[in-house]
């Protein structure tokens, strides 16, 4: 059984009369991508706050390691990096001065600095920027920066606090595969986003929480199958009648059918060829429609359906 | 408006730093008002010297009589450290020691024809180089030569004594020129500090709020807006003016304030609080030229530049300007370069308004200089502007 | 890990080009500016010469002209001659002869003359009728004489500082109202109207010490020529040596001896720049506090990424400081350096002593921005507010903005000057300067080593985390 690096027990925070944190509990093993949803507000930087002593906390625990967490634990800070949500770099210093003054605050040996700060250059891929000036770069590759400066003493647990925000598809992509790359290189990773689809390309575990309470946690297989949207069809119809959604909703497995701004999607319980069954209806009742197909739930459905709203705020 | 209304709301954001600059030039107008020694009718100077008398004969007393009819005594039990100090510090400008046995040998010097023991009957101690020493010491030589004489020939010492101060009552020979305006050396004083103060919290409190609507990101919003360019500088520049009004009219409240009585609501006052609008004026639009120099806007933790910005200028041209030092003590050259600063216009009016009667006609010139350096750095604002808003695109 | 986080922080600072362009040209500028604006008022006011515009009436003219005629007059001679014609017309008479010969002098004269008894009816004789062919000197004499061969004229020439420049100086104009004109201006400090010579009466346009010199001569002048008036009143005789008896008045004795006054520069403008020092020094608040506010984590993400990291905090803010003072300490220098070899300003005393006073002020600045960047949860221009008031309040209450001010406080609160960081420097130059390396100065090194110790005593120990969150 693996070990546990982080565990958060009842934890409880408040800002005067608002609650942030309402006793909530996390476990993360070693070696799991963990990852940490929620909408805007759910606390999910308190957590992070709270987990790296930033912030007092009015009751609960946190233990890293194993052991009790506090501000004076050196020792556990120096297996912890952070990557903060903003960019957190001197403007003043080169890219390589930056890594390396971050990594010098945990990595005394000058020789064994130097190679770290190689490493994680070369991990980011800013080889050709080491003696730009923060100003100089772009956003992408300020995030990457950003990035090197948390990871390049390679710690044992790095927190990633939303670390894509702002950031253009291809740099996105790059930071992700960073991510898995630290994790295959032994890190344990905590993952917080309100990106749903950037926690299950990456996350082994999920927790997804809301106003300081935990909805649900598990894997991405485990939380869907919490709920009893199994499958989404859905069909892009112009003017459907009325009649047709009631009579759509008695298909068998189908518990719940909505029809807006001409897209007609059907939730499914169970059931293996649901999507036949659609078509075979609109067929017989020739319905004309443009475009059919089947997706798989996503967290945005367990979340929606565990609390009743969206993961993100509707555009 | 939308543009005036959200440059208070930001003003918000900056209420305290505001708050404490204003606060601490209010004090040290609270603090001059308070140094400021009280009203005197004085025609001729006099200033403060010490004289510790250490004979207490008739002559010696006689001596310090005449010393006080002159000058002002300073009081109290002083050691050679506090002494020291306060020659340095111009506290007091003479130290008079007189010694035990200066009435016996005065007394020997009216019978006596041997004029060897008059040497060294007194200790003075005082900057020998600078005038008013000579002048207190030619007093006291003036009063002893004289006082000696009338012994000699057989006056008593009172009488003598009598004679000599009266003699020397300059009020009966010496006139002035002019008729001295009514005035107040404290009212006058305060005034003449406030450019200074006025500078101080507009560019502290002012400033920030006009370079965070200048930052780069936000200009450019409201440029790719439908609000005209103009009309966002006038709200920008009515904000300005607003806060500037009225940071002026509480520091003239403050300024007015302990000098109750005939001074206030007289042709004098109007003149003085109408030149301190002026100046505001003026230093609004130095504040507009400021504004468009590339100067960027402080970034969280970096070196802020408001600050530097306020302490040099505010500090220099009160300096050049006679704010601290009166114009007629720092010489022609300075004056010359002062000549450039508002200040100087500013402290040229209110010596005119508050030492020489002078009316609204003699000190508009004074007046339209300021506006003349105002509009002045407004043109060059709008020039930098132009310069570097058309490099940017 | 100090030395890296010391030589990184001084990077940081000196790569601010704001920062460096304002530490650098403020002392400068002002430094500069201070030099122009006092440097020549101190040595302008040293013996300055008076100028004035003396107008002399043919009043006072005439009564020296009567004065030195009568105390040319030779009396012996006119006695002579009355002698000898009263003789020739006796024997004349006796010898029946017409006598034509005049008198000597006519009746009108001699009664006149007569009548004469002291210096008032000198004053009053009308020349016309005086009998020049008995002067004892050429007539030309009396005739010829002028406004610059009074008494007070030659006693205004003759005046002199100790040094031997010119007290007063006479300016020439073509009349009252030229003068007048010169006086309202400023050009010159009074005119003096000599319309006898007892009465002399002085316009000025001002009350400063010129104006007072100026009055004291008058009055001194007025009393030896009353002194001799009433000499040459008690005796009649004295009347023949008026002249002599007024040129004899003028001699008095100095009564004082002087003590020069302590200080190897007595200029008091010279503590101008000791608050210029004072002012660079306090500003190198700024930046250690900009420095240890940017490290904080409620203040900006970097603070966090360091408030994270197992760095002993203390030290991290500790090696900041450091780098601080290395950098303000050239600065200061450097600035000083500027005013005592370019601006050529003497601080007054031992070289090597300003500059470890110097150096020492810079530590003051730097410990109370360390100090200041721990008040709590403020934010970082709050922070600046308050060192801004101790910067300008300080310094005015240390006498920047108004001379008299750090007097007036060490007379009501001289608490104060103890812990005021611009008062605490300035004094130790004033005590270099006064009382030279000594006591006096010790113990003001020893007020700034103390203030420095408690700021960074009380930062040190406010240096600890907190929550910084906030809703």
Not at chain 2, 10 to 21: A, D, G, N, R, W
Not at chain 3, 387 to 402: E, N, P, R, T
Request: proline content about 2%; some cysteine.
């Amino acid at each position: 059984m693996s070990e546990t690096v982080v565990k958060i027990s009842n934890l409880v925070k408040r800002y005067k009369e608002l609650i942030a944190l309402d006793n909530f509990s996390l476990e993360i093993k070693k070696g799991e991508i963990f990852g940490l949803l929620g909408p805007n507000g759910s606390g999910k930087t308190t957590t992070i706050n709270c987990l790296l002593s930033l912030l007092k906390y009015d009751k609960g625990e946190v233990q890293l390691f194993g052991e009790k967490m506090g501000p004076n634990r050196r020792d556990l800070k120096k297996r912890i990096g952070v990557v903060c949500q903003n960019v957190a770099v001197f403007d003043e210093l080169t890219v390589y001065e930056n890594i390396d003054y971050f990594c010098g605050l945990y990595i005394r040996d000058k020789k064994t600095r130097r190679q770290y700060v190689e490493d994680a250059i070369k991990f980011v891929d800013l080889n050709d920027f080491r003696k730009f000036y923060p100003k100089k770069l772009s956003g992408g590759l300020l995030r990457r920066l950003n990035i090197a400066c948390g990871i390049a003493h390679k710690p044992d647990l790095i927190i990633l606090d939303e670390p894509t925000v702002a950031v253009d598809p291809q740099s996105r992509n790059k930071i992700l595969e960073g991510v898995i790359e630290l994790n295959k290189n032994g890190a344990t990773i905590i993952y917080t986003s309100h990106y749903m689809e950037e926690i299950e390309q990456i996350c082994s575990k999920i927790l997804i929480m809301d106003k300081g309470k935990e909805v649900a946690s598990g894997t991405s297989e485990e939380l869907k199958g919490k709920i009893k949207n199994t499958e989404n069809v859905i069909v892009d119809i112009r003017k459907l009648p009325a009649e047709h959604i009631e009579a759509i909703k008695k298909l068998n497995h189908v518990y719940d059918v909505q029809y807006m701004s001409d897209k007609l999607t059907i939730k499914c319980n169970g059931g293996k060829h649901n999507i036949t069954h659609v078509i075979e209806y609109l067929s017989e009742n020739n319905v004309n429609y443009e475009r059919i197909y089947s997706e798989l739930p996503t967290l945005n459905d367990v979340f929606l359906e565990i609390t009743g709203k969206e993961l993100r705020d509707k555009d | 408006m939308q543009i005036f209304k959200t440059f208070f709301k930001v003003m918000k954001q900056y209420k305290i730093s505001l708050s404490i600059y204003t606060a601490i030039i209010i004090f040290m107008l609270l603090m001059m008002t308070t140094g400021q020694k009280p009203d005197e009718e004085v025609t001729l100077n006099k200033y403060t010297i010490l004289v510790v008398d250490n004979d207490n004969s008739e002559v010696s007393k006689e001596l310090v009589k005449f010393l006080d009819s002159k000058h002002n005594l300073k009081e109290g039990t002083y050691s050679d450290e506090q002494i020291k100090d306060m020659l340095y510090y111009l506290t007091i400008r003479e130290y008079i020691e007189i010694p035990e046995g200066f009435g016996e040998n005065f007394t020997k010097l009216t019978e006596a024809s041997d004029e060897s023991i008059a040497d060294s009957l007194l200790e003075t101690t005082y900057d020998d180089s600078m005038p008013y020493a000579i002048f207190i010491n030619m007093q006291i030589n003036q009063y002893l030569n004289s006082v000696k004489d009338y012994m000699k020939s057989g006056v008593s010492l009172t009488d003598a004594s009598s004679k000599c101060i009266d003699t020397m009552d300059t009020s009966k020979f010496v006139e002035m020129q002019k008729q001295e305006a009514v005035t107040s050396e404290k009212i006058y004083s305060t005034f003449q500090y406030l450019p200074f103060g006025i500078m101080t919290i507009i560019f502290s409190g002012v400033l920030p709020v006009v370079m965070s609507f200048n930052e780069s990101e936000k200009k450019n919003r409201t440029i790719i807006s439908s609000y005209k360019m103009t009309s966002r500088n006038i709200s920008l520049v009515l904000g300005c003016a607003t806060i500037s009004a009225l940071v002026t009219v509480i520091l003239d409240i403050i300024a007015s304030y302990r000098n109750n009585g005939p001074l206030l609501f007289t042709t004098p006052w109007y003149l003085s609080i109408a030149n301190t609008f002026i100046y505001t004026l003026s230093i609004t639009m130095l504040l507009s030229m400021i504004t468009s120099l590339p100067l960027g806007v402080a970034k969280k933790g970096s070196a802020n530049p408001n600050s530097y910005i306020t302490c040099i200028l505010g500090l220099s041209f009160s300096f050049l300007g006679g704010t601290f030092v009166d114009l007629s003590l720092l010489g022609d050259k300075v004056a010359k370069v002062g000549q450039f600063t508002p200040n100087y216009w500013y402290s040229v009016g209110l010596k005119q308004i508050w030492y020489e009667g002078a009316t609204f006609n003699d000190v508009v010139g004074n007046f339209g200089m300021q506006l003349l350096f105002g509009l002045v750095c407004l043109s060059i604002g709008l020039v930098f502007t132009r310069f570097f808003g058309d490099n940017k695109a | 890990m100090f030395g890296r986080i010391c030589i990184a922080d001084l990077k940081k600072l000196i790569r601010s080009k704001t920062y460096m362009i304002w530490t650098f040209a403020f002392p400068l500028v002002l430094g500069t500016l201070f030099y122009f604006a006092f440097s020549t008022i101190y040595s302008s006011q040293k013996s300055e010469t008076i100028p004035v515009v003396i107008e002399v009436t043919d009043g006072a003219i005439n009564e020296y002209k009567t004065l030195e005629a009568f105390s040319n007059l030779d009396k012996d001679k006119i006695s002579e001659d009355f002698e000898e014609y009263y003789t020739e017309k006796a024997t004349a008479e006796a010898m029946g002869e017409t006598f034509n010969k005049e008198e000597p002098l006519s009746e009108e004269v001699v009664d006149n003359i007569e009548a004469v008894k002291n210096y008032e009816d000198m004053k009053d004789f009308n020349l016309d009728l005086f009998p020049y062919e008995y002067l004892k000197c050429d007539r030309s004499q009396v005739d010829n004489i002028s406004a610059a061969d009074l008494p007070f004229i030659k006693v205004i020439e003759d005046l002199k500082y100790d040094e031997g420049t010119k007290m007063v100086k006479q300016v020439q104009v073509s009349s009252h109202e030229e003068a007048e004109n010169l006086l309202s201006d400023g050009d010159i400090a009074g005119i003096i109207t000599v319309d006898s010579m007892t009465d002399i009466h002085l316009l000025v346009n001002g009350n400063g010490v010129k104006h007072s010199i100026l009055s004291t001569i008058i009055s001194e002048y007025k009393l030896e020529v009353g002194k001799a008036i009433d000499t040459i009143n008690n005796d009649n005789s004295n009347l023949e040596k008026s002249d002599e008896i007024m040129d004899e008045s003028t001699e008095s004795i100095d009564f004082i001896e002087a003590k020069k006054m302590a200080g190897e520069n007595k200029d008091p403008f010279v503590s101008y720049f000791y608050n210029l020092i004072a002012m660079v020094a306090i500003m190198g608040a700024m930046a250690s506090l900009s420095l240890i506010v940017n490290s904080q984590a409620n203040q900006s993400d970097t603070g966090i990424r360091i408030d994270c990291s197992p760095t002993v905090k203390l030290i991290h803010e500790l090696a900041q400081l450091t780098a601080v003072v290395i950098l303000q300490t050239v600065i200061i220098l450097f600035t000083l350096t500027y005013l005592i070899y370019i601006l050529k300003i003497n601080f007054g005393g031992d070289i090597s002593y300003i500059y470890l006073t110097t150096f020492l002020a810079s530590l003051v600045g730097d410990t109370l921005g360390f100090m200041i960047a721990h008040f709590g949860k403020l934010s970082g221009d709050k922070k600046e507010a308050i060192l801004m008031v101790i910067m300008l309040g300080g310094g005015f209450l240390s006498g920047l903005m108004y001379g008299d001010m750090k007097m007036i406080v060490e007379q009501k609160a001289p608490w104060f000057n103890r812990i005021n960081p611009s008062a605490v420097i300035t004094d130790a130059f004033y005590s270099l300067n006064v009382f030279g390396v000594g006591p006096r100065y010790y113990r003001a090194i020893m007020y700034i080593l103390i203030t420095s110790g408690i700021m960074l005593l009380i930062g040190c120990l406010l240096s600890r985390r907190s929550s910084y969150k906030s809703l």
